[in-house]
Each structure stands twice: as C-alpha cells, then as structure tokens.
C-alpha cells in the first residue's frame, strides 16, 4: 500500500511531482498541469497586450536606442555627435544592436511584451506565495483581473482623461516619476528583474535572486542601490539561516556581480575635473531632469499617498519573511532623502535615492490587493452568495471588456503617430538624406533622429552623461535656442553660418509659419507643417 505524499503548501500547483522511488533521489520527474499552465500563460499575455506600449521610437527611446541604433547602422545615425559619446547602457545599447540587425523592429515589441508577462507573472506568483492564493480559486483570477487593470492602458486613460483628479492616482509609478514599467521599451525596464529576484528569495533561491539583481543593474546602474538594499535582506536571512561565513560568501558574491557596472560608470562617467563636474552636474539638476532630481520640484501630494501605500503594506508584511524586504529599502531610501534634503546635495540627488519606490510602490500594491481579495473572501456576503460560475463569468467579460478597450486605446495610439504634423517630413529626410548630412532642427522636435535615421545638431529630449559631453550639450542647445528664438533675420542668419561651421549643419528644419528662409539656402521641402531647407552649394559659410 503506497501513501500520497502531500503536496507542500508552497508548492506551486501548475506543476506536480511525481511520487519518489526512494528518499536518495535528487529530483523527482514532473508532471505538468498543461491547462493550468495554459491559462496562466494566456493570462500573462492578456496583461501585457492590456497595459500596451507607444509606438517605436518614441518617448525615452530616443536617448536609449540611439547608440545601438547607430552600431546597427540604421540611416545615418554613425554620425549623429550623441551616438559619439560615451554609453551609459551599454549592454542595453548590444541589445538593441543585434535585435535590429538580426530580427528587424518588430522584435522590441515582442521583447517588451515577453518582459510585461514576465512581470505579470513574477508578482502573481509573488501573491500565490505570500498569502497562500491558490493558482485554481477564483480569488487568484480576481486578484488577477484588479491587477491587469491597474496596470492597463484603460486605467491611465480614465485617470488621465476621464477622471480631473488633484493627484497623480498611478499607484504602479513611484516617486519623481520614477517607474519600472514604462510606455516603450528602455533599460529602466530591467527593473522587472528586481521584482524576479524578490520571487527566487521567498522560494529561497537565493543565488538566482542575486544573479537577477546584477542583471537589473548591468542594464541600469540607477538599480544599484535598491539591488545593494535587496542584497542586505537577503545577505542578513543567510546569515541567520546558514551562519556568518556563508553570509560573507553571499556578500562577496554580490559585490563580484555588481563591480563591473560600477567600474564602468566610474571609468566612463567620473570628474574630469572638479569644477567641469559640478557644472555638468548643476546642468542636470536645475535644467534637464529636476523633475526627477529635486524634490523640491518633484514632490507632491501623489508621492505622499504612493508613501502611504507602501507604509501600509510594509504594515501588513510584519513579521513575515517579506517585512525586510520593503522596510530596509524604504529606510535607506528615506534616509538618503533626507539627507539630500537637508545637505542638497547635487551629487546624492542625482543617485535618485528615491528610486527604490519604483519596485517598491507596485509591490505594496500587490500586497494590499491579495489582502483586499482575502478579506472579500471571507467577510463579503455577496461573494459568498453570489455562485461560482455567476462570478467566473463577470471576470471573464470584465476581462473581455479591458482587451476591447485597450485594443481601441492602441489602435488611436498608432493613428496618432501616423498623423504626427512631422511624419511627412520624417518621411521625406529618410528618403533623400545623405551619409554626411547634419540638421538642425527645433530643440522639441525629439522624434526626428530616430524617426528619420538623420544626424542632428542637438535636441532637448536626448543628452549624453560624460560631464565635458553634457556640457558641449548645453553649449549647442543654448546656440539652437538663441537661432529659432531669434526674429531678427540678420542676427539670425549669423547665428546659423556659427552653427553650420561649428557643427557642420547642412539643413535646417522650421515651422511653416516661421518664415525663417535665410539667404544661401534653398527650400527643399514644404506641407504646411515644417520646412526643410538646405545650403546651397555654392553658399558661402
């Protein structure tokens, strides 16, 4: 007679062991729940298509996709002066390089998606965990449901535009802004693996936890302290789990995994002088990123109720293996902040100790959600007396109802970017430009490096990070600024000959209604929208 071996409780349920021959044997053959793993597969893709993503090359990746843009040698980006300068995501910039080159466009979608399921599934499996929620029951597909809808791109249209809220209601972005998830893909991303590794610790795989902090890091340095924050929860359970000497080989570990993108930013980004330092980095601060990098600027309502909401879950967490994990992040976080605060230190505001946020305010949403779902279970009486296949069927056309909207939602998105005023202009620098054309065009015009593969003088949007770099950065947008903000066509003219002879410019880009056409220089293109126009060839510098 053969006994049943218990499933343990944290077992996950998709996936069966079969019964041991004998206690010697180091794994045991699996069985695999193919239905479950079928629906928790399509679940995974209903959130990633149901949160959506921005049409390419737009928003932040047209700073973070332009050096391996360049490397791939798309148009004419080898010789945009940006795509010159030192990288700070390089393995993000490989990346991008060899997706183009071997995969085509298309496949950045489809890495953004296979990343949001992964998302998706991390923290469900995160709740599953923690709080004992069954893969099967409908609490875990209503969780599921509440999960996919603050996450989708129906929500951010009703807070946005259907809701006229005095705060920011986004509970999945952090401080300043701050998020893992974003519109498109780009290296902030990466910080998905933060969320991985919080996974392998409560399963307690802890070098797999370890591995998935360097990988968020070696894509954004920016993690490093919130993976250093992590590493000392999971540095403080080994030691009180396995003894000092493991912990020591644990931190030493960490601190071998997590040297090589430290190095590399040192190497790459440290002064070059004192003074050129501080200057590059009161650029940043005052002028480009105080969004980001001041709270005095950034700081608001919507952060206090994002600090609430993490407190709160931390509270709920007491006295569970997952405490640590929220508590001393939040802590060093808070007490870097303060101290930034009272010193104002450009140099400690500029490692963004507020970033921790972004993994933790999507984590503390999680958690409150998975006890909000355990208490409707057991205290709400319409839940109890509501049958189950009355309620499978509500969240499944709740289901049905985010994917027609969001589809509706992605569908205008598109629309919108191809009746962009700038797109036939795009269109038409694409077709004609040459390998050693340089444009000068609007400052806010961010689309058009990418957009139309064209070496450009300088543009808002996108800047580099070595300190003399940001600095010659600065230099061109303020020369840019000072031409098409200046209605004196003689100064004007002047300003532009300074601007093609220092930064080989060959076209010039203006509103249609500018009227800015200058002697030696041709008009190439006219909708209406902008103009193009180049140097003539036998013009005179």
Known sequence: MHCQTPRADNQPTFVKHSQPKHIGRLAAPLKVNWPLLG???????????????????????????????????????????????????????????????????????????????????????????????????????????????????????????????????NPTVGLAGQYVLGPVLQPSVFGIFLLVSIAFYVRQARVYALLCLAVAVAMHSSYLLSAVSLALVYCFDFYTTK????????????????????????????????????????????????????????????????????????????????????????????????????????????????????????????????????FAKSKASALKRLRAPRLTIAIAVLFLLLIAHNAVITAKRFERARKDPAAALYSFVKRHMQATDVYLIPPGLEDFRLQSGAAIVVDYKSHPYRDKELIDWWERLRRVRGFYDNEDPSEAAILLRTIAREYSATHYVVPSDASMTL???????????????????KSEE
């Open 243 to 374: 003894g000092g000497r493991s912990a020591a080989a644990y931190a030493a570990l960490a601190s071998l995994l997590f040297a090589p993108g430290l190095i590399y930013a040192v190497l790459n980004f440290g002064p070059s002088s004192a003074v050129t330092f501080s200057e590059a980095q009161q650029i940043l601060l005052e002028q480009r990123i105080p969004h980001h990098a001041d709270p005095r600027h950034w700081f608001g309502w919507d952060d206090v109720a994002k600090l609430i909401l993490i407190l709160s879950a931390t509270a709920v967490l007491r006295r569970t293996r997952l405490f640590a994990v929220l508590a001393l992040p939040l802590g060093i976080g808070a007490l870097l902040t303060l101290v930034q605060v009272v010193t104002a230190s450009t140099s400690l505001a500029l490692l963004f100790p507020w970033r921790v946020s972004a993994f933790l305010t999507p984590l503390a949403l999680l958690i409150l959600l998975s006890r909000l779902v355990l």
């Open 519 to 537: 002697p030696g220089y041709e008009v190439l293109f006219n909708d209406g929208h902008y103009t193009l126009l180049q140097r003539a060839r």
């Open 39 to 169: 629906s928790l597969i399509l679940l995974t893709l209903v959130f990633a298509f149901t949160h959506g993503q921005h049409p390419l090359y737009s928003s932040n990746q047209n700073t973070y996709f332009l050096h391996g843009l360049a490397d791939a040698g798309m148009g004419a980006l080898h010789n945009d002066w940006l795509a010159q300068t030192a990288d700070p995501f390089p393995l993000f910039s490989a990346l991008v390089r060899y997706s183009y080159q071997y995969c085509g466009a298309w496949f950045f979608y489809a890495l953004y998606s296979a990343l949001l399921a992964l998302y998706c599934f991390t923290m469900l499996f995160i709740a599953h965990f923690q709080f004992k929620i069954s893969w099967r029951s409908q609490s875990f597909y209503l969780l599921a449901l509440m999960w996919v809808l603050f996450h989708s791109a129906s929500y951010s249209y009703l807070t946005g535009h259907g809701l006229a809220m005095a705060v920011d209601l």
